[in-house]
Every structure is written in structure tokens, then in C-alpha cells.
């Protein structure tokens, strides 16, 4: 059985896993407007990664014998204009929830819940490989700049991304 304060946290988490999932959603819908379905597809996928994300918390709170307590999401902001500045976001933005992961595991370690600290390292090596992909791609648009052929080809490359979990 989970502490209170881990279990309310752990229900917090959820909540932000599905709010970033709306997060990528818009971007996901901003880029097959900008007709870039490469990149469209690349955040569609990201949006299922983050609702898998948000199982991961549901299933173990239930395996813990907690309760889930699902609460309102926020709406998502809309997308910036360029795949530059979303992608910009999206690296600010996974920095972010690192952060709240880490504050989950500083909560577990307080509290002696060393499950939770097991189930947490899934997270924190998840968090290094979502900060990677969104850096890669922050350099790469830099270096594409305004030149169209460039970004159309890493369209076609983005668009390749298979599904993770
Ligand atoms: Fe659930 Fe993108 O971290």
C-alpha cells in the first residue's frame, strides 16, 4: 500500500501524462493543417507514448491497492507557428515533466516506498530518451532553417518513426 502522499501524487502524474498527450494531439493536428504529415505523424505517435505513460501510473497504483482519482485536463495551448518553435516547446515542455518525474522519486525515497522507486526508473531513463529526441530535433530544424527541401525531407524522415510505449 502506497502512502497518501504518494498516491495523490502518483494520480497528479496521470493527470499531467494526459495532459501532455493533449499537448502533442494539437501539435499533432497544427502540423497535418501546415500539411507536414511527417511530423504530424511523429507527434500522433508521441500523443500514444503519453497515454501509455499514463497507464503505466494507472495500472500500478491499482496493483498498489490505491484508488485512481481521474481529474479535469486542461486544454492544450495552441501550437506555435513554425516546426522550430513547436519543437522548441516540446523540448521545454519534456524538461518539465522530468522535473515532476524527479520530484516523484524524491517522494518515494521520503517516504521508504521503495516500489515506487523501482517503478520510477522506467520514467527517469524514458525522460532522457524524450529530452534526446526533442534536443535532436531542435538542432536539426536550426540547422534547416527556412530552407523548404530540407524540412520536407526531414518530414519524410520524421514519418518513419515507428511506435514505442
Ligand atoms: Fe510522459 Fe513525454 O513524458
Known sequence: MMSAKVLDAMNAQIN??????????????????????G?????????????AHALKFFDF???RGGAVTLKAVDAPPPAPATPLAVFEKTYAHEQKVTGMIH?????????ADYPAQVFLQWFINEQVE????????????????????????MDEEMGERGGED
Open 16 to 37: 499531467a501524462e494526459i495532459y501532455s498527450a493533449y499537448v502533442y494531439l494539437a501539435m499533432s493536428a497544427h502540423f497535418e493543417s501546415a500539411n507536414l504529415p
Open 103 to 111: 520530484d516523484l522519486y524524491k517522494l518515494a525515497v521520503a517516504e
Open 130 to 153: 524524450e529530452e534526446k529526441n526533442a534536443s535532436d530535433a531542435v538542432a536539426r530544424l536550426r540547422m534547416i532553417g527556412d530552407f523548404a527541401p530540407a524540412l520536407l525531407m
Open 61 to 63: 497504483i491499482h496493483e
Open 39 to 51: 511530423f504530424a505523424k511523429w507527434m500522433r505517435l508521441q500523443y500514444a507514448e503519453e497515454t
